[in-house]
């Protein structure tokens, strides 16, 4: 991958996500998409949720309200969209695009906004995230534990991503919230393996707040940079219907806008996945732009007051 000049890893997108509209060099930020839903599982469709969500992100205001930051006074790239056959003998030249595209983002000491595909494309991108920050955190919105060691004989299958991050980072460096779907052999794993995660019930009850003060407090998160990815399917499908796997008791829209209000000035990164717009009557598609833009909103205020 070496000599690779940025655009090569890309094909250009017939609509940039809106707002997104700076050279790659000026950008603090940059946006790219993976169509590749090759290891979906039960309803496949995720390939099409890059083009679906840029559509999408035309709704919005470039003025974000929650965070009284308008867009158009950061500059954010859209790369396009990752090539890829998207079929499983050709995954392995995938990880390993996404894992030079995410490393040289982040050695531009750029963040990136990855939008699946499903989500196996994002051990790659932890991978060269802790390259990059040793010290990092990797936090999970997810309606699965997706801790499997191999799912249909693929360890690079989107049920394994949390498993394969944990070889990556180590399980005491991350945490799962919205969890309500898991096999009883992983149960018995994050328990032999103390991985740290929270029912969806738990936010119900709790609130998301705890639960962020909690993690805050015993993972000192406020001085560590985070990965966050957000696998779709841990909202309730009553308000993101357009996902592969549906679960039903899963989060309210607003749990998401809370974890990015406290956390957005540590998120580096992150990226949305799972997005099914096959199933979609648009607002999972909606819901997935307005978290991409809510993210630059709430990181890049935080870094300009601090
Ligand atoms: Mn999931």
Redesign the pocket.
Known sequence: MRGLKIDDFTVKPEVEFADFLAPYDEAGYVFFGVPFDATSTHRKGASGAPTRIREESYNFETYVMEADQDLSEVKMADLGDINTLNSLEDQTALMDKIYSLTSRILKDKKGFLMAGGD?SITPPAVDSFASVHPSGFYLVL???L?FRAVFDENPLS?ACSSRRVAEILGEENMAIIGVR?MSSKERDDAKRYGLKYYPSWDVAEKGILSIITELLEEKGLAKRPIYLSI????VDPAFAPG???P?PWGLHPRDLLEVLRILGANVKSMDI??VNPKYDVGNTSSLAARLFRTFVAFNFKSIINR
């Open positions: 989500h997810d309606a699965h997706d989107h779907s696998d779709m399917d841990v996902v592969g796997n679960e996945t799972e």
